[in-house]
């Protein structure tokens, strides 16, 4: 499904061409990691040219940043420019989303009253997810990949629910498909214990790391086969 508007901002301001507004909105509505996000603004301004700055996450926040560039005797008239602009793809992470305008004459100088700053018309904010579920604080990643005949295949996305639980959906973002668990079974057995339930005859296979020590498991149920219940309270004895 292209749920086309996840967030829309309107601002309105004083400028060269008087009173004048802008939006802006981003599709899919949910980007997963690897995706490319697709930006539509709308500016009741002339002659729109647009700049696209965009910084790469780093420690999990990024920022991409619009500059629409307008004439310097830019008129406001409708109807407005639609301009299309794709960004990605992205890595997982945090982005600032910022949308400038400012004003050059044709070859691209200042206008005549001189260079000023770019006006800020609107701000807002996109999450990319990660697939990966990371529980019990970073330590252990689940990831899942699933295979549907007559679909293909596809990496899985995790949606955490508690420090130590979380699941993963496949087809769609609202129909839930496999929940997974990592519960510390220190205390009893001297080990780390990995439960999976899921509500699927796909193919799935899921594997569980403990980044501490680069334990690594992987659990596989067969194309066809309901979903058989992993009760795991052995193969991680990564306990301190």
Not at 63 to 92: D, H, M
Not at 178 to 193: D, E, I, T
């Amino acid at each position: 499904m292209d749920r086309r508007v996840v967030f829309s901002a309107m601002l309105a301001f004083v400028g060269f061409g008087g009173l004048q507004a802008e939006t802006l909105s981003y599709s899919p509505l949910h980007p997963r990691g690897g995706d490319s996000v697709n930006f539509t603004i709308s500016t009741f301004n002339c002659g729109a040219l647009l700049d696209t700055a965009f910084a790469p996450p780093g420690a999990g926040n990024g920022s991409i940043r619009f500059t629409i560039t307008q004439a310097c005797n830019c008129v406001a008239t409708p109807p407005p420019i639609v301009l299309n602009e794709a960004v990605g793809p992205l890595a997982a992470g945090a982005y600032d989303i910022t949308l400038y305008q400012q004003f050059r004459d044709e070859g691209g100088a200042c206008c005549e009253g001189g260079c000023s700053p770019p006006d800020l018309l609107l701000t807002s904010a996109l999450t990319v997810s990660d697939p990966t579920l990371s529980l019990r604080q970073g330590r252990f990643r689940v990831s899942a990949e699933w295979r549907a005949p007559g679909i293909g295949q596809g990496i899985a996305q995790g949606v955490p629910l508690t420090d130590e639980s979380g699941y993963f959906t496949f087809f769609g973002l609202t129909n839930v498909e496999l929940v997974a668990k990592v519960l510390n079974g220190c205390p009893v057995n001297q080990r780390y214990w990995i439960f999976l339930a899921g509500m699927t005859n796909v193919g799935v296979t899921v594997q569980v790391e403990d980044t501490l020590t680069g334990r690594r498991e992987t659990y596989v149920n067969p194309l066809g086969q309901a979903f058989q219940p992993v009760l795991d309270t052995s193969t991680f004895a990564t306990c301190p």
